[in-house]
């Protein structure tokens, strides 16, 4: 069984292919000169097409057969989702195909694929939306902003990394970059004139956004009752989704103070003077390695798992699936501390809380001491191996800052890896001082 | 002779523009320099480094995003009264009565919007290595910017004091009680002590600070509203000043060489 859709809301996505099909047909009459792609754009317009057609059909007479084939095929991933999907599926896909993002660049970011890969997206998105669990969390008004930071990160990253394969491949042939030249140009008009066009265009977008979205307003504050699930504003999810796997000490005060640290120290720690003023890939790999995956994986996707994938008791919920609040997740996570004295010692006595401070180092020395070997002996052990040349390169303080700086980042992904792995729950546990890594 | 001759012939207008149409070279020099508002521009620049596909106008946009917000957000204030006996009542006035009520949608919007702006900024400013020697400073500058315009939309999410807002902010601020040291949940916290009492606790603690209390109430609202209105807005007023100044002094926006 599947519920209707709503009349409005058929009219609505009759609209919402109709745009896709102009694009496509846009896209078939620029390839004009490329017969084969023309056609296969041409074909997926009038796929778009007949989609708006079904739909204003089906609004006009009958509502109901509308969104049957949708229906019946989100319903169907929906089952085989429930099962795999997770955040561990979801973190690591992202992982996955950020890396192959990166390593076949090349390939991904030429254009045919960049389109192609576009309207797959519309076209599922056209069709997720038939399922109202999708369609109730998508269309909150405060998730709306969630949609363009998917769209319009997605668009700057294709076009970022395209404009560095290209600039790549020009220096490799000792020509000049795209953004080489020396003519110049007066600010009025060129200048003010771009600005003027922007300013009108920014100004309409915003008008035509408000006047057709209202602004959520909910029941007055009352202390009484927390809503479940209670969220901070959407630009903070990622931070409280490390709450899953952090203490809010971690969470909420160190890791973001680290963030902000990290980003004012990018200039001081990157000692490579190539690949300034413009888009390059292979004359500064690590850097953009590392921020791309500091802003997309660790910032953006967690952003989107916070918002969309949360529910009620932050449990993890597939796209389609409904927000039950009375889901059950088993929670078996434990300590270091006794995974070993129970598990390997197998003698509990070392395990009482409230001690003396002793009795307490000696309870987490695992913990301590692991630990210890990473913020401690690991920097000194890589910068006599994997980053000798940096060190060599960067001078003592940089090199610290820099491993410093990853090192905090990476704590993220090994918590997870080690929570999934083993149910770690706190590699130090002091409950005595609050003091839970 | 035609209109638009006559007036700019008018004594008014040779008063307010000191110099004849941009229609020339020399002119469009002048018009630049002779206002105060198109001086924040150079005279001229190179032509790549406007270029849209380079800039993604994405710093410009966040300027006049902020801009859009200072003009909303004042009109606002005409309506808005942060008490709790008012606050709730006065949006739900501007859903329901007021005319202008569609401001409070462009303020929430361009905030948004705002924050996706900034962040695309920077992804920018990033991927083209415009950080490196000589604006090194700039984009320490331009972080700061980035983690006000956070505070502000922080800020703002409160003043609905709608269920969404006091829980947003609740979820955000039990953060700050534990923070290490001065959080009354921060580890070693229970460290500093006068004599047997202790230093930090739920009413002495970098919470209490942030909320005017133990938990989110009247004070906080009023606390916020002042940080909204008020106070981070004249910060980044005064941080975009100086960010803007070291785009010119660094040399204009980078280039390749
Ligand atoms: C309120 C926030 C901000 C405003 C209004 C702003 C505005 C601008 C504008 C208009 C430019 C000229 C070039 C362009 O549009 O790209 C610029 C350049 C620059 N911005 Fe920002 N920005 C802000 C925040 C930031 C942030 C968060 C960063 C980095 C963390 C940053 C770093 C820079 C740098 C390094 C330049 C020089 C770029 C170049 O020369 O190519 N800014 N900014």
Redesign the interface.
Known sequence: MHETLPRSFQVGLAGYYLLCAGLNFGFAHFYMNRPKLRLAWAISGFIFALHTIVYLLTAATNPELGPVIPHVIVDTTNRIFDHIWGPILYFVGSCVGFAALLYWRKQLTEPTVAIAFLKITLFISGWSMTNPDFRSIITKA?N??IV??MF??GF?TW??LR??VINDELIAQNK?????????????????Y??LI??II??AV??V???A???????????A???NP????W??LG??EMLVYF???M????LPTMI?IG??A???I?F?????????FKE?PFA?TT?LFG?LVLWVVLIVLGTLLRGPNWNFFAPFEYWDPHKVVPLNNVNLSELFWLGVVGDPTFLREGGSIGSIIIRESPGILLTAIYMLALPPILARTVFRNYFIKMGFLRYFMLITLLQFMASLPIKMVLRWVINLKYIVYIPE???NI | MSVGDFIRNSQIWKSIFRHPA?RD?RN??V??LTNVF?HL????????G?A???T??MG??TF??FL?ETVTGVLLMFYYRPTLEHA?ND??AL?DVTTLG?L???H???A??M??AI??H???V????????P??FN??VG??L??LT?LL??TG?LL?????????I???S???????LV?H???????LTIGDAPLIHSGSDARFLLLGGR??SGDTLLRFYVLHCVAIPLVVAMLIAVHFWRVRKDGGI????
Not at chain 1, 230 to 233: D, E, F, Q, T
Not at chain 2, 254 to 257: F, I, M, T, W
Request: aromatic share 16%; proline share 8%; hydrophobic share 50%.
């Open positions: 405060d709306v902003p363009m930071l319009t990160v700057f076009f970022g404009r560095a000049p970059v795209l953004e080489k030249d020396d003519e110049k140009v007066l600010v009025w008009p060129d200048l003010v771009t600005e922007c300013m920014a100004t915003l008008v956004w408000s006047i979205l209202e602004a959520p307003l909910e029941q007055p504050a009352t202390n009752k927390a809503p209670s969220k901070a504003p630009y903070f931070l409280q203490d809010p000490w969470a909420g005060v160190v902000i980003l004012i990018i200039p001081y990157d490579n003077p190539k690949g300034n003023g413009y888009y390059t500064r953009v921020f802003f001082y609050f003091f | 941009p070279r469009r020099v018009v630049v198109l521009h150079p005279v001229s620049v190179r032509k790549s406007i849209l596909s380079y993604w106008c410009g946009l006049f995003l859009v709730y949006i739900l859903r569609v409070r949608e462009m929430r919007w361009g948004h919007a924050v996706i962040w695309l920077m992804y920018r990033f991927l083209t290595g415009s950080y490196k020697p604006r090194e984009w320490s972080v700061i980035l983690v956070l939309s922080f999410y609905p004091w709608d269920q969404l807002a006091i829980w947003a609740t979820v955000g039990n953060m700050a009680r534990a923070t290490p959080g949940e921060g580890p070693f916290a229970s460290l938990f989110v980078s280039g390749a060489l």
